[in-house]
């Protein structure tokens, strides 16, 4: 059951698609309190509650015990000291001990407090804001709880298949020649590849829609002669429009009043890569029609994939902002700086970059209505998100752009993915990424991973490994890499045929890692699950904070401890143990429900099928270059099961949005004989 709660105006944000009429009632499953910082809700947790949710943020799958604040921000830093990330995901689902559970949604794309028992421990409060839609949520289970939610925000997005091949990407690729280099280090040493990412270099001067003539001199025939090997290229859009006379994106967007105002009604001038800029305003239709309409130009080159980045959007500085900081610092010249003064200046130097000040000193016109960006910031990363989604409709209908996105708010998933941003090469954030699927997945984004092997700092050979052992599962599995840190393309470590091997078992689960994800897509589930989703009576199953079920038929329990040849695993019932060294190599055990230790080498995979259930598993010539190799491959079933099992091979042409009707899903059975796992 659904209610809808409307409090003061609120901004139509487009988060919810289904029709739902005003609760008549006054909301009771929470406290509700209207003061001057407006509506805060608040609830009691019992000891045993557990809360998930509220999608990219920092610690646990269970919420408890901290407050995350709903308000978008480039910060790569992300320690557990940080409130916030790139997004606005304003769910959370309370499972509560003897009750049923219940889901709410804020929607409100200003700033939320979520406190989740860091003020109080026993103690919820969200702080909505004055003007805020609330949804609260009751159904008799987790699964349901988050389903319902789905069906309010509606359907997500679906790439096309080879975005589910691996992809390589790295902040520092030049050219052809750089780029030609990473799909000969790849198909060279026998490791398949489906894409290849173009960070801001590829851009003359960072203008957004161009292309640098001398590093790319034909680049609508690099961009084929790749895609002939297999190999997509992806680029990157940045939201900052470059201040420049005479290129058409600026000259434009001034001409047509297209770009965010200043509070004086001029175009606000912020500064990211290519120096000062000013910023499409997505909310205003014709100015989103316009800047999606300039994808094309890529298009039209052949290229099929986008990243948005710096879309919170990011601000080095603002122009006003710089000039009172220079006034400030060159004030402070010859002076002595003690200990206030000196902290004085590194604030405000510090203080230059995404300032909330500045966030409140624009506005945008959505169509006729002026709105101070503050209380709509977490709109900008889905809008123009959706500026390129609908226009991909138009420029390519019916087909699927692989398209994700750094910003986002709940409603985004309808149009495109996320990746996760800037993490870091340690070990807490291969933990912490395991961590945000789950509870993504619960906000609708479906298409989403984080930068494997690390993004900041240098990687490890180790640690890449082990990233990748779980990188095989999330729909993107992206390695990305910052400038100037180590290199890490997989062929640049010892033992190839490790990272081979794992490549390889991701291609070999595609079928079953596909169909999951489209079924998930199709019936508004969820294709990463904490574990108490699945076993909702199981007391220690809600503890679990490093296992994930994906789709329906596997539990993983990835190693993300260094130096560990092995972790301690809990299985919710029995399973089968699968531990693959290679594509085709692997030993199976049964198991029994509880605590084990399990032995997971450097080099090797390990997941578990759950009694009764079963997966396809593709048949691959050694010679996979990627995904395009795979058509009318053949299945090995690994199943486990005391009679027969059955599974639903959910596929389709991956390219098109013409989903295979259910009543064409196909089903195949096993018996317990033909899966012989001994
Ligand atoms: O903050 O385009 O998150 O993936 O490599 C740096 C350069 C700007 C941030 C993205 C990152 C990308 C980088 N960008």
């Not at 045993?48 to 646990?60: A, I």
């Not at 789905?150 to 589910?164: E, H, N």
């Not at 009576?537 to 596997?554: F, P």
């Amino acid at each position: 059951m659904i209610c809808k709660y409307v409090f003061g105006k609120p901004i139509e944000t487009g988060a919810v698609v289904a029709d739902v009429a005003q609760c008549t009632q006054p909301l009771s499953l929470m406290q509700v309190e209207q003061g001057p910082a407006g509506v805060v809700l608040s609830c009691q947790m019992g000891p045993k509650d557990v809360v998930y949710g509220l999608g990219e943020q920092v610690r646990g799958i269970n919420k408890r015990g901290f407050s995350y604040i709903s308000y978008a921000i480039d910060g790569p830093i992300h320690t557990e000291n940080r409130h916030s990330l790139y997004g606005g995901h304003n769910f959370l689902i309370v499972s509560r001990a003897q009750k049923q559970p219940f889901g709410i949604f804020v929607d409100n794309p200003g700033k939320v407090v979520f406190d989740v028992g860091e003020a109080r421990m026993d103690r919820l409060e969200i702080q909505a804001g004055s003007d805020c839609v609330i949804y609260t949520i009751e159904e008799e289970g987790l699964k349901e709880v988050a389903k319902s939610f789905r069906r309010l925000v509606g359907q997500s997005y679906a790439a096309p298949k080879w975005a589910f091949g691996y992809q390589q990407s790295r902040w520092g690729y030049q050219n052809e020649a750089d780029v030609r280099a990473v799909v000969d280090g790849y198909h060279g040493n026998g490791i398949p590849l489906d894409a290849v990412y173009l960070d801001i270099d590829y851009m003359d001067h960072y203008k957004d829609f161009t292309v640098d003539q001398e590093k790319f001199p034909d680049f609508a025939g690099f961009v084929g002669s790749m895609k002939a090997r297999g190999v997509r290229l992806v680029p990157i859009i940045d939201a900052g429009v470059k201040i420049e006379k005479g290129y058409p994106v600026y000259e434009e967007g001034v001409a047509n009043n297209y770009f965010c105002k200043d509070e004086d009604g001029t175009d606000f001038v912020g500064a990211v890569w290519p120096g000062k800029s000013h910023f499409p305003d997505v909310l205003n239709t014709a100015a989103r029609e316009w800047f999606g309409g300039k994808y094309q130009w890529l298009m039209d080159q052949g290229i099929e994939g986008f990243w948005n980045d710096m879309n919170e959007p990011a601000l080095f500085y603002s122009e006003k902002r710089l000039k009172q900081t220079m006034d400030e610092v060159l004030a402070m010249k010859d002076q002595n700086l003690d200990i206030h003064s000196y902290w004085q200046l590194i604030e405000k130097i510090d203080g230059l970059c995404n300032h909330p000040q500045d966030y409140k000193s624009f506005y945008h016109n959505k169509d006729g209505e002026r709105i101070c960006h503050d209380d709509v910031h977490n709109l900008y990363g889905f809008y123009m998100t959706k500026a390129a989604a609908d226009a991909f409709c138009k420029i390519a209908p019916h087909k699927r752009t692989l398209l994700f996105s750094r910003s986002s708010y709940i409603g985004m998933h309808r149009y495109g993915g996320i990746w996760t941003g800037d993490n870091a090469s340690w070990w807490s954030h291969l933990l912490l990424s395991i961590q945000q699927m789950p509870s993504l997945n619960m906000c609708g984004i479906l298409y989403t991973g984080s930068d494997i092997g690390g993004f900041g700092n240098d990687t490890t050979q180790d640690l890449l490994l082990r990233w990748l052992e779980f990188g095989i599962f999330t729909p993107l599995m992206r390695n990305h890499a910052a400038a100037d840190t180590r290199e890490q393309e997989a062929y640049h470590f010892d033992r190839i045929e490790d990272f081979r091997n794992i490549i390889r078992i991701r291609y070999g689960l595609l079928p079953y890692l596909y169909s999951e994800f489209m079924k998930a897509v199709l019936n508004d589930e969820m294709y990463f699950r904490p574990l108490a989703f699945d076993f909702p009576d199981d007391a220690h199953a809600a503890k679990v904070e490093d296992q994930l079920m994906v789709g329906e038929s596997i539990m993983i329990a990835p190693v993300y401890t260094q130096n560990a040849t092995g972790r301690y695993v809990y299985l919710p019932q029995d399973m089968l143990m699968v531990c693959m060294k290679s594509l085709e190599g692997r030993q199976c055990q049964v198991m029994e429900k509880g605590h084990h230790y399990v032995d997971i080498a450097l080099n090797e995979v390990v997941f578990f099928v759950r009694k009764g259930h079963m997966l396809p598993l593709a048949v691959l010539d050694s010679g996979l270059t990627s995904t395009a190799d795979m058509e009318d491959c053949e299945y090995e079933w690994i199943g486990y099961t005391d009679n027969a099992a059955e599974y639903i091979l959910y596929d389709d042409d991956g390219m098109t949005t013409d989903y295979t009707p259910r009543s064409e899903w196909k089903k195949t059975v096993r018996t317990k004989e033909e899966l012989a796992w001994g």
